[in-house]
């Protein structure tokens, strides 16, 4: 069974950090990359960051350069999201998504509650 299951998330002031795991089992993690979305209210879902199969490349999107990382353990099979300098419009729900593009699979998790307030 797949399963993909974040955590970290939680509440934290503006300019504190965080860190979130993605932890899955079910499928071969080193064939998959992966890629962190959010999802504020009442917005569509976006891209955070991605990672390749065997982390030797990582994309973000523009507003979180500098400020988010992702990584991966292969032997832990856990993907990590480092996040600092938090501001509120970094509040979110995050997910993790793995993707097999050779064999068109697609997993994703439920999420987790970024809540960045004072």
């Known amino acids: 069974q797949v399963q993909l299951v974040e955590s970290g998330g939680g509440q934290v002031q503006p300019g504190g950090s965080l860190r979130l795991s993605c932890t899955t089992s079910?499928?071969?993690?080193?064939?998959?990359?992966f890629s962190w979305y959010r999802q504020a209210p009442g917005k569509q879902r976006e891209l955070v960051a991605s990672?390749?199969?065997?982390?030797?490349?990582?994309i973000y999107t523009d507003s979180m350069k500098g400020r988010f990382a992702i990584s991966r353990d292969n032997d832990k099979n856990t993907v990590y999201l480092q996040m600092n300098s938090l501001k509120p419009e970094d509040t979110a729900v995050y997910f993790c998504?793995?993707?097999?593009?050779?064999?068109?699979?697609?997993?994703w998790g439920k999420g987790t509650l970024v809540t960045v307030s004072s």
């Open positions: 998504n793995a993707d097999n593009f050779k064999f068109g699979s697609s997993y």
């Open positions: 990672i390749t199969t065997r982390g030797e490349s990582t």
């Open positions: 079910g499928f071969t993690f080193s064939s998959y990359t």
